[in-house]
């Protein structure tokens, strides 16, 4: 009975806990938005966080992509083949690169790299006092740290999960058209013939833009809110990891039923 | 009690400045304190910083209880005590970073419990800061960092700029440092930097937050003249939370001694030395057994023996 | 690392994110929904099988529309599709509308036989003659029951 009433009071310290963290990270979203507007008006600051979060992610997203588009080259091959329509490879591959694979792993591999990145930065200059220091000299750290860092994100992510995708459907072409043989002009034509541009690659770009909102908030948040302590900091790179890779495929699902629905 | 309330009515002249895009705060801004409100406080004979009876309690824990103090222009001041006494709450009640529950906080006769935040970061820009262990901006360099309120608050031009860096950079001995960053200084050389940035835009008022922390012998005299040097240049009023008793009392005008939230003691470094109050004499002397007692307050080991033979 | 090459480097990044925004909009992705203006016509089907909105509208095999949408009328129990058609191309009023499937497990399409008529359809009009969808447990019932009537009659 204890033991029942103890569970209980669990799940309510955690549901309560849960509600105001939420809470806490929308007004938190609401101040970034507010003081946003120095992002933008000094472009260097926020053109220095593009380079941080989608130049040094580039490598990772072009090779990944690659690969990932290969074995949907050779999944995709394995299993059409059994219906006698290996011509519509290039429709699988770049269907499921541009709808869901695109977004989705780019954004996981964006959350672990760049993500992780943002909150170790934004932590360690909580831990070392360089956030209260910047308060005292009258700069406000959200507009002239966490605002920039959000914002590259913001705009890195969509331009990644579309390196991603575009990088995916070559892997999937060396793999299809140049290593197994199928034909090229099917491959493209039957590509081009289903894939929609409405509804298949802005849908696609809709969610990956989603996604870098998600990533960047949830990574300049655990920076600007964790404990400032060397662990604190390792608890929160880990928290930006978790936290992201959840959002992201919840996210994902609600995105895909609204957008997909009719199909 | 009536000047205080006078200044309140009359807020500082402020330079309209050249219009300054960088901040984020809607404030009117100003440029780097010039000479004309310094004279003009001098003049009134204002305190620099006041605090009348400021409380301030962390949730149920009190902290502060009902302290009072004032620091005048030209004024090096040590305040001293204990870890955990208090210290730094007071420090950062003056910087604005915290707000007092009761009592009253002035700096350059602005009530901070009254002010907004774009007003509070206008008096801030009036201010340095100098931090435990420096917290200078480890993606930048020492010039970059040095530059860095220049920049945010000032359009001046880069040449006006470089020159104006490199002046506070000589003044700390760190010119030829000027394109290091801030992983390859030393712990002592760090300070200096941020010392020198904290000067950067010539403070009304600079705040130390234990700046011998953590310095060798050598680092932490260059330290102590370099921020009695500052003070006397700048003209500024100078507030600096130490536990060196030693260094401090040949540097300062004035020590206040903060035990339990209460200052407990004040005078000139020569009345301190020559106190024969416990506390202090405990503290100047570094001694293990005085008013400041080696135990935390728990019940009597007797009571402990007593419960276990029952 | 300097202002300058950082500019650089953010700017080829852009630069080859924005060239693969155009890859997959010009080389993969086709512009049926949004190019050109269309025309929306209806029809009825007494059955439309497993036709879903956005499968393709084809006539001689080449696409020349969408379905927009399907609903069901209520008072003569029939389905009624919407075709979204390209403006570029008409058709006679008396064109007929059937729904056929790619290949034997393929996905289903609207097929569109164009009738013989001076006017042309526009937007709101219906398809007159229309052709259901096969479904293929109704043929092979069909089949079975044919089957079923021979054999008695071979018997004889």
């Not at chain 1, 809110?225 to 495929?249: F, K, M, N």
């Not at chain 2, 009515?9 to 402020?14: R, S, W």
């Not at chain 3, 529309?65 to 009624?80: E, L």
């Not at chain 3, 479904?135 to 089957?147: A, D, M, P, S, T």
Request: a negative charge.
């Amino acid at each position: 009975m204890n033991a029942l009433l103890e569970l209980l009071r669990k799940i309510g310290a955690m549901t309560i806990d849960g509600v105001w963290r939420l809470g806490f990270i929308a007004r938190f979203f609401c101040v970034v938005l507010r003081y946003s507007g120095q992002s933008f008006r000094r472009l260097p600051l926020t053109i220095r966080e593009i380079y941080f979060s989608g130049v040094l992610s580039l490598l990772i997203i072009l090779v990944s992509g690659l690969f990932v588009g290969m074995v949907l080259g050779l999944q995709g091959y394995d299993i059409l083949q059994r219906f006698g329509s290996i011509d519509a490879l290039g429709i699988m591959v770049a269907l499921s690169l541009l709808r869901e694979l695109g977004p989705v792993v780019a954004g996981l591999l964006f959350a672990s790299r760049a993500g992780s990145a943002v909150t170790a930065e934004i932590g360690l200059m909580k831990t070392t006092e360089q956030l209260q220091a910047m308060d005292m000299m009258a700069v406000n750290p959200i507009a002239r740290v966490v605002a920039p860092r959000f914002w590259g994100g913001v705009i890195s992510m969509p331009l990644l999960a579309a390196l991603f995708s575009a990088m995916g459907i070559l892997g999937g072409w060396l793999i299809g058209v140049v290593a197994i043989g199928v034909d090229d002009g099917a491959f493209w034509s039957q590509m081009r013939a289903s894939v929609d541009f409405r509804y298949d690659v802005l849908n696609g770009i809709i969610k990956s833009f989603v996604f870098g909102m998600a990533v960047s908030l949830i990574a300049v948040f655990e920076g600007y809110d964790c404990q400032p302590t060397a662990e604190g900091v390792s608890r929160a790179i880990t928290r930006t990891v978790v936290s992201s890779a959840l959002v992201i495929l919840a996210l994902d699902f609600v995105l895909t039923s609204f957008m997909f629905r009719g199909l | 009690m009536i000047v205080p309330s006078m200044c309140a009515g009359h807020p500082q002249p402020m330079n309209q400045a050249i219009s300054n895009e960088p901040t984020a705060n809607e404030s009117p801004s100003s440029e780097p304190p010039s000479n004309e409100p310094i004279s003009s406080e001098s003049i009134s004979n204002e305190p620099v910083v006041r605090l009348e009876q400021v409380r301030f309690a962390y949730g149920e824990r009190e902290i502060l209880r009902g302290v009072d103090f004032a620091v005048h222009r030209g004024q090096l001041v040590a305040i001293m005590g204990g870890s955990g006494s208090g210290k730094t709450t007071l420090l950062r009640l003056i910087g604005g970073q915290l707000h007092a529950n009761a009592g009253k906080v002035t700096v350059a006769g602005q009530d901070l419990g009254a002010l907004s935040t774009s007003a509070l970061y206008a008096l801030r820009r009036r201010m340095g800061m100098l931090f435990q262990f420096g917290a200078l901006f480890t993606d930048m360099s020492v010039f970059d960092n040095v530059a860095f309120p220049l920049r945010e608050h000032t359009d001046l031009p880069f040449e006006l700029i470089r020159d104006l860096v490199l002046m506070k950079l000589h003044a700390v001995g760190l010119r030829g440092a000027a394109a290091l960053m801030p992983s390859e200084l030393s712990g002592g050389m760090a300070r200096r930097v941020a010392l020198a940035r904290a000067v950067a835009l010539d403070p009304l008022l600079v705040l130390y937050d234990e700046p011998f922390a953590g310095l060798d012998p050598i680092s932490l005299g260059v330290t102590g003249q370099l921020i009695r040097q500052l003070n006397d240049a700048l003209g500024a009023a100078s507030i600096m939370v130490t536990h060196d008793v030693r260094v401090s009392l040949e540097l300062v005008d004035y020590v206040y001694f903060v035990s339990d939230g209460v200052i407990v003691a004040r005078g000139t470094p020569e009345e301190i030395r020559a106190s024969d109050d416990p506390f202090v004499h405990q503290f100047v002397h570094a001694e293990a057994h005085g008013p400041v007692p080696f135990h935390y307050p728990a019940p009597p080991l007797a009571s402990l023996l007593d419960e276990v033979a029952a | 690392m300097s202002r300058t090459t950082l500019d650089l480097w953010v700017g080829v990044f852009v630069a080859v994110g924005f060239a693969a925004l155009v890859f997959l909009a010009v080389k993969v992705g086709n512009h049926s929904g949004s190019s050109g203006p269309i025309y929306t016509v209806s029809a009825a089907f007494d059955n439309i099988g497993g036709l879903k909105v956005r499968a393709p509208v084809k006539s001689a095999g080449v696409v020349v529309g969408r379905v927009g949408s399907i609903g069901f009328d209520k008072t003569k129990f029939r389905a009624v599709v919407r075709l979204d058609l390209d403006g570029r191309y008409t058709f006679p009023v008396d064109t007929s509308a059937s729904i056929l499937t790619s290949g034997l497990l393929g996905e289903q399409y609207v097929g569109l036989d164009p009738g013989a008529e001076e006017t042309e359809l526009k937007t709101g009009d219906q398809l007159q003659i229309t052709q259901s969808a096969v479904v293929l447990e109704k043929l092979i019932g069909q089949f079975l029951f044919n089957k079923a009537a021979e054999a008695p009659a071979s018997a004889k």
